[in-house]
């Protein structure tokens, strides 16, 4: 990624070290089209990628329109019987039931179904950017109690009248007693947080000691963003203040407290296919229209596994004690 500033020095610190940082790129919003361009500096410590300067609360509010999908209801995802059999053999979901038995899903549980998170009997959960609640409804559905938090009111009355007990506001507002919960998770949220640090501190307050902390984010490390830049579709400016690395997002939540339990990447054709009609030009979803383009999706993925460079991290740290 260049710039004409890209060897300026950026005078705010980085959000997650407190290093020094540079200019990275600049780009405007590719997905819902608002008008202005924005910068990103990159850390020359820890390699953390953020907006800036960090936009004010109003100004951050702004960039996600009603019409933002995550907003959405959508569906709930159901489970087939091979899930259903990874699921109890090997996160420890004994209460669900499935016609497989147990050894196949033990053996399947090790090339697949690797986003899960351990059972814990009686668990409250609490998803932090729950959106339109469907990861709250699929937890619900595997026995947890489900909460959520929000700010944006859409989304909110969206949960409420599913039935769903979700807090409007910012984390912070809501209050929780320490210890409350067994499960924090952020789904593609703390790339939003203009301070990520403090959401941590937060979740280690609010978790029991043994909790586990599950966070999804893009990985600003990924061979798609190497080889498209500002063309790469999980940029997603200006919505995504900071953009994370492996290692970084483990600095991060480590110096909170909390232990490693598991941090690995993944990819989807979506991000490439998305970030190729971004190249190209083209508007909607073309390219995965397109067999030759769909085949090469498949081929990224597999390089992506290979050189561990997937496009979105999955990271699960756990609360001592």
């Known amino acids: 990624m260049t710039g004409p500033g890209l060897t300026a020095t950026v005078l705010q610190p980085c959000p997650v070290c407190g290093g020094e940082s540079r200019f990275s790129f600049r780009s405007g919003d590719r997905l819902h089209a608002l008008p202005g361009e924005y910068d990103y500096a990159e850390c020359t410590g820890c390699q953390a990628v953020f907006q800036t300067p960090t936009p ?20 709930t995802r159901r489970r087939n019987p091979v899930e259903r059999a990874v699921l109890r053999a090997r996160y420890g979901y004994r209460h669900l039931e499935s016609p497989l038995p147990d050894w196949l899903g033990r053996v399947v ?4 179904y690797g986003k899960s998170v351990p059972w814990m009997p009686n668990g409250r959960m609490l998803d932090v950017g729950c959106g339109g609640g469907a990861n709250l409804r699929a937890m619900q559905a595997l026995g ?23 807090f409007h506001g910012e984390l912070s507002q809501a209050g929780f007693p320490d210890g409350t919960f067994d499960l924090v998770s952020a789904h593609h949220v703390i790339e939003h947080m203009a301070d990520p640090a403090a959401l941590v501190r937060e979740a280690f307050r609010i978790l029991k000691p043994g909790g586990m902390l599950l966070l999804r984010t893009p990985n600003s490390a990924a061979l798609g963003r190497a080889w498209l830049g500002t063309d790469w579709y999980a940029n997603d400016v200006p919505r995504h203040l900071i953009l994370f690395s492996p290692d970084n997002l483990a600095l991060l939540v480590e110096t909170a407290g909390f232990q490693r339990r598991v941090i690995k990447t993944s990819s989807t054709p979506k991000i490439l296919l998305n970030s190729l009609d971004y190249r190209r030009g083209a508007r909607g979803q073309v390219s995965k229209s397109r067999r030759p383009l769909r085949m090469l999706a498949r081929m990224y993925m597999t390089a ?5 460079r997937g496009d979105e991290i999955f990271a699960i740290f756990r609360k001592p004690g």
């Open 56 to 75: 004010s609360g109003e100004a951050i509010a702004a960039f996600y329109p009603d019409e933002y999908s995550p907003y959405r209801i959508g569906k």
């Open 109 to 112: 549980g090790l090339f697949a």
């Open 144 to 166: 947890w109690e489900p909460h959520g938090v929000d700010f944006n009111p859409v989304a909110v009355q969206t949960c409420r009248q599913s039935g769903l007990d979700v």
């Open 304 to 308: 992506a596994a290979i050189t561990g």
